[in-house]
C-alpha cells in the first residue's frame, strides 16, 4: 500500500488538491494533510 506525503494546505491550491483527492480515492491510498487545519477540500471526494 502507497500512500500520499503529507503537504500543507497553504501550499497546495484547491484543484491540486481535489487531484489527489480523486487519485487517492481511486487507489485505495491514505493521505496525510501536513500540518495545520483540515481544509474542507480535502473531505470532498
Known amino acids: ?25 481511486m487507489s485505495g491510498f491514505a493521505q496525510n494533510t501536513g500540518e495545520g487545519r483540515i481544509s474542507p477540500y480535502y473531505l470532498q471526494g
Open 1 to 25: 500500500m502507497s500512500n500520499i506525503s503529507a503537504m500543507f494546505f497553504g501550499s497546495l491550491s484547491k484543484n491540486a488538491i481535489m487531484a489527489l483527492n480523486k487519485g487517492a480515492k
